[in-house]
């Protein structure tokens, strides 16, 4: 069944109901499932009037928005193939993918996407046309046009086209941590198989009075497939244009779900410690009883035990002191969220339990369709990556690898069958290329990924993530990265908090001038070593980092330093910043 078919079921299911939402002129606005329909027929009208046929290829480069979704599900209605670009790829990336994916026709959300994509078309022998999601985009007339303008006239009646579970549904091209982008090859059969597997996983009641905000890029398998399960569902979907209105964006949409990476849990985990850290005696002790009230009533929710009204009352009083705050912040109504892309450390999950918020923590990756393991609502293992999802087959391999078979599992990389070949056994099991383990209760426990585990000069093996994670999840630092292999002892990049940072700036009685100077300052040195040696104090002695240094800037998506998911990319970190990391060993 063609993926996109959920769009007759639920527009005549709920027809006035709101399927997705958005800004327009500062205020957000929504629309109903036969609005959404039509809109989408309209735009899979218009595209196959220009010449897009069952199977062709079509780019989507945007930040998410309304028309992703619709651009997307019009593409996918046709039978015709989406290749999402990160809106953060510079143009030669998206040449790169537009070149081999060999696309007819091109989405653009913003100005910058649209001067790359019409550079590329004059040099391009298959591109034809650009369509501009927004008229605040100045476009040249030659090959583009305004999506507004380009389903005007298009009917409003369509007839999804049929497919089976093999036929391609997009290539999402991986932004990899390491080498050459690869095209997975997803098929509507793994959309749909994923889908159904989550509602028969979580068996949600009455889902869809839900409301979820996108947040991550819609390019990424995460986001795409937990926003395809929302609308599947005839839950709301709202789309996020501007990922730095986030805050605001939580406070005015108040949505119910959400999926998110760990860096969001981790800075609300470290914000609020801190905050806490710095008030009074009295607080302290509100905060501590109120979250350890919060962990004994978590506890008995995640063996599925009754609550006792004693302990219920005294929670009700911790959320009215403490929680509610808290939660208010984030909007008040999130109650389910999603957590993938990364580790994620137990005190994370722990603490956010506490305030009644169930972070589903799940591992998979785009070549799995997103989910293989993940928290169930009950007795899962906090710490662990979760248990075995739908009809997913796992086992351990070689060196500890996690292989997996099933229906998420991609047909393949794209145009190259060589890379393909080397990430399958000959059984037909996917290498996930991550090291990990299970319990008695079969939940997954991720020890690393087998390419970044490191092995010190002196024959000890270090698993940076766990220590990364240790690290970020302080408030003063906001991304770390740990060097060990070949080396003698472990050191760190650590890219500071700023926003924390130049608030302890005033209190340290020292000036700012620029980020540069302030890394480099003693007295800031001095305040991260003491940061550093209480936070790894429970560390093995050659797990600690011995040296680091402060970085002036974060690391950017633009320059290939980390991955959409905020993943850093070490190969291209380790060239960047060879001089820097070999100042810690040769000082």
């Not at 009700?316 to 580790?343: D, E, H, R, Y």
């Not at 229906?407 to 080397?422: H, Q, R, V």
Request: hydrophobic share 40%; charged share 25%; net charge neutral.
């Amino acid at each position: 069944m063609n993926i996109a078919e959920f769009l007759n079921t639920n527009a005549e299911k709920f027809p006035l109901k709101s399927a997705i939402g958005f800004k327009k002129k500062e205020k957000w606005t929504e629309i109903s499932w036969t609005s959404f329909r039509r809109l989408v027929f309209k735009t899979a009208n218009a595209l196959r009037e220009a010449g897009i046929s069952e199977h062709d290829k079509v780019a989507i480069y945007s930040d998410n928005s309304a028309e992703w979704i619709v651009f997307d599900l019009a593409i996918l209605s046709l039978g015709a193939i989406t290749v999402p670009i990160y809106s953060t790829n510079n143009e030669e990336q998206a040449e790169y993918i537009l070149n081999e994916s060999e696309c007819k026709m091109i989405l653009v959300g913003n100005q910058e996407q649209y001067d790359a994509a019409f550079s590329i078309l004059n040099k391009h022998h298959i591109l034809q046309k650009v369509i501009v999601a927004k008229k605040s985009i100045w476009i040249k007339k030659e090959n583009s046009q305004y999506l507004e303008d380009f389903i005007k006239k298009a009917a409003e009646e369509f007839n999804i086209v049929a497919k089976e579970d093999t036929e391609l549904a997009t290539i999402i091209y991986t932004s990899g941590t390491t080498g050459v982008p690869k095209g997975v090859m997803l098929t509507h059969g793994n959309f749909h198989k994923s889908v159904e597997a989550h509602f028969e996983f979580f068996k949600f009641n009455n889902f869809e009075n839900e409301k979820s905000l996108a947040f991550l890029p819609l390019t990424h398998v995460f986001e795409r497939c937990w926003t395809l399960l929302v609308l599947f569902g005839g839950a709301t979907a709202y789309f996020l244009e501007n990922t730095k209105l986030i805050a605001s964006a939580l406070t005015e949409v108040k949505p119910t779900m959400m999926c998110s990476v760990p860096r969001f849990y981790q800075k609300i985990y470290a914000g609020v410690n801190e905050m806490v850290n710095n008030s009074s005696d009295a607080k302290k002790k509100i905060f501590k009883w109120a979250i350890a009230t919060g962990n004994e009533v978590a506890e008995l929710r995640r063996v599925n035990k009754p609550i006792p009204f004693s302990l219920k009352m005294k929670n009700t009083v911790a959320g009215i002191m403490v929680f509610n705050k808290i939660k208010q912040k984030m909007g008040g109504k999130l109650w389910f969220m999603p957590c993938g892309g990364a580790s994620v450390s137990e005190e994370v999950t722990r603490f956010f339990e506490a305030l009644g918020i169930h972070i589903t923590v799940g591992y998979g990756l785009t070549e799995t369709t997103a989910t293989l393991t993940c928290f169930p609502f009950h007795h899962f293992k906090h710490g662990s990556a979760g248990i075995r999802f739908g009809e997913t087959q796992l086992k351990i391999g070689e060196n500890d690898e996690i292989l997996a078979k099933g229906s998420g599992i991609m047909k393949g990389y794209y145009k190259k069958p060589e890379a393909t070949a080397e990430v399958f056994t000959e059984d037909g099991w996917f290498k996930t290329g991550d090291a990990g383990r299970f319990d008695d209760s079969g939940n997954l426990f991720i020890t690393d990924r087998i390419k970044d585990l490191m092995k010190t000069s002196n024959g000890k093996y270090i698993a940076p993530q766990p220590i990364e994670n240790l690290l970020s999840n302080n408030n003063y630092i906001n991304q770390a990265m740990i060097v060990a292999e070949g080396k003698s002892f472990v050191t760190a990049l650590i890219i500071p908090n700023f926003e924390a940072l130049k608030e302890q700036l005033d209190k340290m009685s020292i000036p700012f001038t620029n980020w540069e100077d302030i890394v480099k300052s003693e007295k800031i040195k001095e305040f991260y070593r003491e940061k550093i040696e209480e936070i790894q104090k429970n560390l093995a002695g050659f797990e600690k980092v011995k040296k680091f240094v402060l970085m002036p800037s974060e690391f950017e998506m633009t320059s290939g330093e980390i991955t959409p998911t905020l993943k850093v990319k070490r190969n291209v970190i380790m060239q960047k910043y060879a001089d820097v990391i070999n100042g810690m060993y040769n000082s």
